[in-house]
C-alpha cells in the first residue's frame, strides 16, 4: 500500500489525531487459559449445529443487542489450523445462534501510530524514516493476512459439501460484505474477508441464516412498533435524568477506533449485530495506526440506512435537536475536542452528583476549554440533566460503563460534529 506524504505529514504531525490514553481492552493474549493452542474446531462445529448453551472456556459478557447475549472466550485455541485471534459466541434465550472466530485483523496487528524517529533527522527525514517503517509493517501484514486467508479457505473447502456460494450479506452499501459461504452436516460457515484488514470464519445453524446485520426479531418490527421499541427504553430517573440506560460501552483498546466503536454501540443499541473490525474494512481504514483517510462518515450514513433510520450530521451542537433525538430513544454522536484537566472533572462531578453531595461546576472561562489544536474524540450523548443542564455521555474505553456529565455549554464550545440518528 503506498502512503503519500500528505498523509504520512499528517500521521505525524497532527494533534488532532494523536492517541488519546485509555484503558486497554482485551488482554486475552495474558491470559493463561488450558484452552490455549488447544483444537477446538469439532466443538465449535459441533456447538453450532446444535444449538447448544455451553462452550468449553471462560468466557466474557460483552455489550450485545437487546434480546441476546454475546461473549467472548477468554483463550486463543487453534480453529482450522491456526490460532485464533478472537472467539465469541452469540445466545438468543440460552440457544446458541452463532459463533464468529477471528484469526487476522489489522487494527490488533497496527494498534496506534506509535513510533519514534531519531531527534536529529529534519521533518522531511522523519517522513522518509515513518514511511520505510510503515511500508515493512504492512508488507509483513499483508504476507501474513493473505497466508491466512488461503489457508483457512482451504480447510473450508475440504469439509464443505456442494458448491461454495458467494453472497451478500448487509442492505446498505457501505456495510455490505462480500461473503463466501460453505455448507456441511447442519452447519453453515461463512467466510468474511476484509482485504488487507481481516479474516473471520461465522458458524451456525443452516436453518436460520441472517441476511442483514439487523437482528432478526428487531428486524421483524414494523416501523411502529420499532419506534416503540426504541422510545420505551427511555428511562427517567428520579434525580432528572432521562437516560438510554441500555447503552453499553464497547472498549477499543489501544487502536484509533473511537469513531468506529462509538458507532458500534450506538448500532447494537439499535439493534445491529456490529463489530469495529468490520466496520475497519468497509470505512477502508489503511493500516497506518490511524483513522486518517478513511471513509468515516459514509460508515455513518450506512448504519443508520441499514437500522431503517435516517443520519442527520451537522457542523455545530444543536442542543434542542440531540434532546429530542434522545426522547425517541436515539443515541447521539459527538465528535469533539478533548482535554485531560476537563475530562478528570466530568469524572469527579459525575462521583458527586452519584454520591448525592452538592455538585457545583463552577464558572467555566474559555481559556479552561480544549482549543482547535487538541485532540479530536468520540463520545456517545445517552440522556441529558434540564435542571442540571447537563448531558450524560458515554466513552469507549473500558472501565468507564457509568456515563458521565457535561454541561451543555461546554458541548456546544467544544463539539466538531454532531450525528443525531432520525426516524
Not at 263 to 275: A, C, F, I, N, Q
Not at 282 to 290: H, V
Request: aromatic share 10%.
Amino acid at each position: 500500500m503506498k502512503i503519500s506524504l500528505l498523509l504520512l505529514t499528517v500521521l505525524l504531525f497532527s494533534p488532532s489525531l494523536q492517541a488519546i490514553p485509555n484503558s486497554v481492552f482485551g488482554g486475552i493474549a495474558n491470559v493463561e487459559s488450558p484452552f490455549n493452542g488447544r483444537d477446538l474446531t469439532d466443538s465449535l462445529i459441533a456447538a453450532a449445529a446444535g444449538g447448544v448453551g455451553e462452550l468449553p472456556g471462560e468466557w466474557q459478557d460483552e455489550a450485545s443487542v437487546p434480546g441476546t447475549r454475546s461473549a467472548y472466550l477468554l483463550a486463543r485455541p487453534k480453529v482450522f489450523g491456526q490460532e485464533a485471534l478472537l472467539v465469541r459466541g452469540l445466545w438468543r434465550k440460552e440457544k446458541l445462534e452463532e459463533i464468529q472466530i477471528t484469526f487476522n485483523d489489522a487494527g490488533s496487528y497496527f494498534g496506534y501510530f506509535s513510533e519514534e524517529a531519531p531527534e536529529n533527522l529534519s521533518a522531511r527525514a522523519k517522513v522518509d524514516f515513518f514511511r520505510e517503517k510503515m511500508a515493512l509493517r504492512q508488507q509483513e501484514f499483508a504476507e501474513l493476512h493473505e497466508k491466512s486467508y488461503e489457508s483457512i479457505r482451504e480447510q473450508l473447502e475440504q469439509r464443505g459439501t456442494g458448491r461454495t456460494r458467494e453472497i451478500r450479506f448487509g442492505k446498505s452499501r457501505s456495510i455490505r460484505a462480500e461473503v463466501e459461504q460453505f455448507e456441511w452436516d447442519g452447519v453453515t460457515a461463512r467466510l468474511f474477508h476484509g482485504k488487507d484488514r481481516l479474516v473471520r470464519v461465522s458458524l451456525s445453524s443452516s436453518e436460520s441464516l441472517p441476511e442483514t446485520w439487523m437482528d432478526r426479531e428487531v428486524a421483524e418490527l414494523d416501523s411502529r412498533a420499532y419506534s416503540n421499541w426504541l422510545k420505551d427504553r427511555v428511562e427517567k430517573k428520579q434525580n432528572g435524568d432521562l437516560l438510554l440506560s441500555e447503552l453499553a460501552v464497547v472498549p477499543q483498546g489501544y487502536r484509533p477506533y473511537c469513531g468506529l466503536n462509538t458507532l458500534v454501540m450506538s448500532g447494537r443499541y439499535l439493534g445491529l449485530h456490529l463489530d469495529e473490525d468490520w466496520l475497519a474494512c468497509a470505512g477502508q481504514f489503511q493500516n497506518t495506526g490511524s483513522a486518517a483517510g478513511s471513509q468515516m462518515l459514509s460508515l455513518y450514513n450506512s448504519v443508520a440506512s441499514e437500522a431503517g433510520l435516517k443520519m442527520k450530521r451537522l457542523n455545530r451542537f444543536d442542543t434542542a435537536m440531540v434532546k429530542r433525538s434522545l426522547r425517541e430513544g436515539l443515541p447521539v454522536i459527538v465528535w469533539r475536542r478533548w482535554d485531560r484537566e476537563r475530562d478528570q472533572l466530568h469524572s469527579s462531578i459525575t462521583r458527586q452528583v452519584a454520591s448525592g453531595a452538592e455538585a457545583d461546576w463552577g464558572p467555566i472561562e474559555p481559556s479552561a476549554l480544549p482549543t482547535e489544536k487538541a485532540p479530536l474524540h468520540a463520545s456517545v450523548i445517552v440522556g441529558f440533566n434540564d435542571e442540571r443542564e447537563e448531558f450524560l455521555f458515554l466513552e469507549s474505553w473500558a472501565g468507564l460503563e457509568t456515563p458521565r456529565r457535561m454541561l451543555v455549554r461546554e458541548l456546544d464550545s467544544t463539539a466538531y460534529l454532531t450525528f443525531c440518528f432520525q426516524k
